[in-house]
């Protein structure tokens, strides 16, 4: 019978290497940056739908006034957008290496994985692409009007739909990066 004064033998303790200590720091400060990115993306995109929910313009009487404020209004809509994106490509950036890694690309059942560099590439060849489908919709949107004075006012209400809607495509497009 063994006595209750008897110690279990302690377990050695673990020994991180220099390099180990190294990607432990980073990977703590990583992690505290994407959260902070993630909560600025929060803002960001809540702040866009709480605007839009607003409804824009509402005080806006004449063709004149409606111009004005669409104006003031995809101006604010468009700088959104674009901190979204920044924040996005923030988010994009790889996490630290851990050492012993492989630092060549990795292949997996669907075949070879983009590099963070590759991902990011992707991204703005997207949001170029996604840019110049709006302003040629848009543009559309003003010819309806045939050159009237209610035709900046409709492209300028496309802009805003447009940029809106595609803010909402980002983050499900890239909801694992902004909310996980």
């Not at 959260?35 to 004149?64: G, H, I, W």
């Not at 739909?161 to 996980?180: C, N, Q, S």
Request: hydrophobic share 30%; proline share 6%.
């Amino acid at each position: 019978q063994q006595g209750s004064d008897q110690q279990t033998p302690a377990r050695p303790k673990k020994v991180l290497t220099p390099e180990q200590r190294v990607y432990q720091q980073q990977w703590k400060e990583y992690m505290a940056k994407r959260q902070s990115l993630q909560a600025q993306a929060k803002q960001v995109f809540d702040t866009e739908m709480a605007r839009e929910k607003a409804s824009d313009c509402p005080e806006a009487k004449t063709t004149y006034d409606f111009n004005i404020c669409y104006g003031d209004q995809v101006a604010t809509t468009d700088q959104n957008l674009k901190s979204y994106e920044g924040i996005i490509r923030e988010l994009m950036a790889s996490q630290p290496q851990m050492p012993g890694e492989p630092t060549t690309e990795m292949h997996g059942p669907g075949g070879p994985s983009l590099t963070p560099k590759q991902i990011a590439e992707e991204f703005d060849r997207v949001e170029q692409d996604w840019r110049q489908y709006r302003e040629k919709a848009c543009t559309a949107a003003f010819h309806q009007f045939d050159g009237g004075t209610a035709g900046p006012s409709f492209e300028m209400e496309c802009k805003l739909k447009l940029t809106r809607g595609h803010m909402r495509e980002l983050d499900m497009i890239y909801g694992e990066d902004l909310h996980m």
